[in-house]
């Protein structure tokens, strides 16, 4: 398999867990990598009904240079009771695009707990997860060790305080579109522009270019 064009190397696909309990996470997630020059993209971005969705879910993931793999939730579902295998299928997608391509992609694996991807996964021993703990801060740590450049990127407190003005924002986009998280395809869309406009005003990332 081969993308069409050269993946963008600032675009970030993000495989995480779409539940409300996640929300607070997803917020310091994309006003991290956004603080940090990157473009967030999800699968939410595809459709989810038609033949070809596998097919478009693969070429967005080829179209991106890294990818964020969360694989914290590993518990049963609450109101089904089955395991979630979206975001292993969706690790194993990326690695084989990985692979399968001539093209550059950097992968990262994220986990809430030290050591227990060796017992949920154990096909990714040796390759070490970034551990956030559950919490923001340590999520926007480790979008700094994936993503900054050493004496190049904005200090954690300049991240926590865009993931700080965002969630309220966030929370007022939820009420006017009467949903109870934000993981729907245009909010995701208004949530990733609305990120990128607050880390343009506070000078960590080039305005956009004038329009012609």
Request: hydrophobic letters at 40%; charged letters at 20%; a positive charge.
């Amino acid at each position: 398999m081969e993308p069409a064009l050269s993946p963008d190397r600032q675009s970030v696909f993000l495989n995480i867990p779409f539940d409300r309990r996640y929300a607070p996470m997803f917020t310091a997630l994309v006003a991290g990598l956004t603080a940090l020059g990157r473009k967030p993209h999800c699968a939410l971005e595809v459709p989810s009904s038609g033949r070809h969705r596998l097919d478009r879910l693969l070429e967005l993931i080829a179209s991106c240079g890294a990818s964020v793999h969360d694989l914290s939730r590993i518990s049963l579902s609450r109101s089904t009771r089955v395991p979630r295998f979206n975001m292993p299928f969706e690790l194993g997608l990326t690695y084989a695009v990985s692979r399968l391509t001539t093209r550059e992609h950097s992968l990262f694996v994220l986990e809430e707990k030290p050591w227990r991807l060796q017992a949920s996964l154990s096909d990714m021993n040796g390759h070490d997860p970034h551990i956030h703990g559950g919490t923001q801060i340590g999520m926007l740590r480790c979008m700094l060790d994936c993503f900054g450049r050493p004496g190049g990127e904005p200090p954690l407190p300049t991240l926590r305080a865009l993931a700080r003005r965002l969630a309220p924002i966030v929370a007022a986009l939820e009420r006017e579109q009467a949903v109870s998280d934000p993981f729907h395809p245009s909010l995701f869309r208004q949530i990733v522009d609305v990120a990128s406009e607050l880390a343009r005003l506070e000078g960590l990332i080039p305005p956009l270019p004038p329009t012609p």
